[in-house]
């Protein structure tokens, strides 16, 4: 069974930068893809993740509201996946959760939260002055 942890999540000013770590307890092989989710306060979880990142072909899936300034990444070496943050805008402010993908579904691996079955506790993202 895949677990994940989060951490890195803090306060920062706008136009700051964090980096969220996502330590998963098995192999990228384990899972199909991973990927970053944020749940706003007083809002749901949103539908789509920030970032995804497929396992089997390294493909990346970004949110519009955050190209150009997020990246994904995945440590293979140290089964962790990061999230780095640049630029962060008050809106940005969340829980983000790092989720997996452990269930095979035929087409490759998008990154809607209802595909993501194991999920981390989160960590909490303040950005503001």
């Known amino acids: 069974q895949v677990q994940l942890v989060e951490s890195g999540g803090g306060l920062v000013q706008p136009g700051g930068s964090l980096r969220l770590s996502c330590a998963v307890s098995?192999?990228?092989?384990?899972?199909?893809?991973i990927g970053w989710f944020r749940q706003a306060p007083g809002k749901e979880r949103e539908g789509m993740g920030v970032?995804?990142?497929?396992?089997?072909?390294?493909?990346?899936y970004y949110a519009d509201s955050v190209k150009g300034r997020f990246t994904i990444s995945r440590d293979n070496t140290k089964n962790t996946v990061y999230l780095q943050m640049n630029s962060l805008k008050p809106e940005d402010t969340a829980d983000y959760y790092c989720?997996?993908?452990?269930?095979?579904?035929?087409?490759?691996?998008?990154?809607?939260?209802?595909?993501?079955?194991?999920w981390g506790q989160g960590t909490q993202v303040t950005v503001s002055s």
């Open positions: 989720a997996a993908k452990t269930q095979w579904e035929l087409g490759a691996p998008g990154c809607f939260r209802s595909e993501y079955n194991v």
């Open positions: 098995a192999s990228y092989q384990d899972y199909y893809a």
């Open positions: 970032s995804c990142l497929s396992s089997h072909d390294d493909s990346t």
